[in-house]
Structures are given as structure tokens and as C-alpha cells.
């Protein structure tokens, strides 16, 4: 399986549409002058979902080598690659505060 039909199916199932790959954006987040982010993120266009028409995915792996699949719906404030990954960031750090 391509890394790009892993993150189709992982769209599918984190959010119930088919997908067809568009376009790959580098990606480049900083905060304070330090990269935070930096990777490129995998554009798709949805079949089916009720309220987006786009999502953004990628894989990454956290600090203790976990393979995580994001996959982020294109619905405001979510407008593009960077704030696809802005939202992600904040979920991790949200998400990190919990544990």
C-alpha cells in the first residue's frame, strides 16, 4: 500500500468519504522563532461527505515513535494546509494537557 492509499483509507475511516489525492504541500509552523511543524501535508478532495469537500492528512510520528494518522476536514476555521496543521498542533497539546 502507497502512503498515499494508507491516508485515503485512514479518511475513510476517521470520516466516512472516499478521497482523491490533489496535491502535496510543504508545510513549514513556527512558534517564537522555532519550527514546531514541518512536513508536508496531503491534500484530497471528499465523495460524500456531508460537510466538507476537502481534508488535509499526513503521518507523523510523536517523541515516543508512535505512528500517528492525521486527518483534518476542510471547514472553516480549517481553510488550508497551515491551519490544518495549526488545528492539529492545538489537539495535541489539548490532548497532552489531559493525560
Same mark, same amino acid.
Given at each position: 500500500m ?19 489525492h ?12 522555532? %519550527? ?9 478532495e =471528499?465523495?460524500?461527505? /456531508?460537510?466538507? &469537500?476537502?481534508a488535509? +492528512?499526513?503521518?507523523?510520528? %510523536? ?9 483534518? =476536514?476542510?471547514?472553516? /476555521?480549517?481553510? &488550508?494546509p497551515?491551519? +490544518? ?15
Amino acid at each position: 500500500m502507497t502512503y498515499i492509499e494508507e491516508l485515503k483509507n485512514v479518511i475513510k475511516q476517521m470520516h466516512g468519504a472516499d478521497a482523491t489525492h490533489v496535491e502535496s504541500v510543504p508545510v513549514t509552523e513556527t512558534f517564537q522563532g522555532k %519550527t514546531v511543524w514541518d512536513g508536508v501535508v496531503e491534500v484530497f478532495e =471528499l465523495h460524500g461527505h /456531508p460537510k466538507a &469537500s476537502h481534508a488535509y +492528512a499526513w503521518i507523523s510520528e %510523536t517523541e515516543k515513535q508512535i505512528k500517528r494518522h492525521i486527518a483534518v =476536514l476542510k471547514i472553516p /476555521p480549517v481553510v &488550508s494546509p497551515i491551519t +490544518a496543521v495549526r488545528a492539529a498542533i492545538v489537539q495535541e497539546f489539548k490532548l497532552g494537557e489531559e493525560e
